[in-house]
Structures are given as structure tokens and as C-alpha cells.
């Protein structure tokens, strides 16, 4: 690990890292995150009968609008092209509530964890907006990176769901 910034000039000032001479390698990332909620919350998300309409549906393609547009949201990301983008939103009764999951594919020369990470955010965030006319003590929590792979770094892996300390990190590259 280097000790000087990268986002960071100089005179200290921020700025967007040049990435032109690092190779283009094929890269993924998966975030996770859940909302939870009263059970009777649940339930009506998933009878549709949100008045809003269709939570989940509307959810999963907000998340995959929100990884488009993450370098709009993020200053010193990069605009990326992205190759694929999937958003899963799972009932779980046992939470009680939704778990997110986005997975986001590249080839390129930077990675795409704040992609998925924007894509869960943004799913989770549509979830509560759409249902919040029935349960406003709705909670957002665990968005995290459970892995990516590609560029110099490797490969990613949370060992478990609970805390982001918990990591494996391969030296190995694509």
C-alpha cells in the first residue's frame, strides 16, 4: 500500500485518478445490503398491494438506472461502460424485509464496486420511498461489497455478512 493519496494531488488538492496507462482487464463487482420492516410491511410488498405500485420491480430498475449514473453521483469516479448490470431483491421473512444484491460487469482499467455499491443503495432507498406510507421506521442497513474481481488487486471477498473487517484478498489478476 502506498502512503500517499491517489485521489489527492500534489498541493493537495482532490482530483480524479488518470488510470490511461493501467491495461484493460475484465471486471466484476457484487454488493449486498438489506431493508428491514414491519412484517405487515412485507407482506404488502410482496401481495402488491403497495399502493405505489410494483416495489420491487420499480426497485430493480432504479438500482440499475443509479449504477448508470454513479460517476453523476460520486465526484471522482470515473464514467464507465458497463458491460451488465443485475439487481436481485429478495423477500425475507426472517429479517423481516428485503435483501439487495447488484452485480455489475466492465472491461476497463477501473473497477465497478461503487457501481454495484450505488446500484443496492439506490434499490434499498426505492423500496423505502415506495412503501414508506406504511411503515416510515423502515431500515437501511448492511450495504457492503461482498467481492470483485479484475485489475491490479484481484480478487475480493467478504468471508462473512456481518462486518466489512472480515476479508480475503488474492493477489491473483485476470
Known sequence: MSDKLSHVSESGEARMVDVSAKSETDRVARATGC???QP???????????????VLGVAR?????AAKRTAELIPLCHPLSLTDIQVDLLPDQALPGVRAEA???????????MEALTAVTVALLTVYDMAKGMDRAMEISDISLAEKSGGLSGKY??????SSAAYR??????
Open 169 to 174: 484478498v488474492s493477489s491473483t489478476t485476470k
Open 40 to 54: 405487515s410491511t412485507l407482506a404488502a410488498i410482496v401481495n402488491a398491494e403497495v399502493k405505489k405500485g410494483d
Open 157 to 162: 471477498t467478504r468471508l462473512d455478512g456481518t
Open 61 to 65: 430498475i432504479a438500482g440499475v438506472m
Open 103 to 113: 452485480t455489475v460487469r466492465t472491461t476497463g482499467r477501473t473497477g465497478v464496486e
Open 35 to 37: 431493508i428491514r420492516m
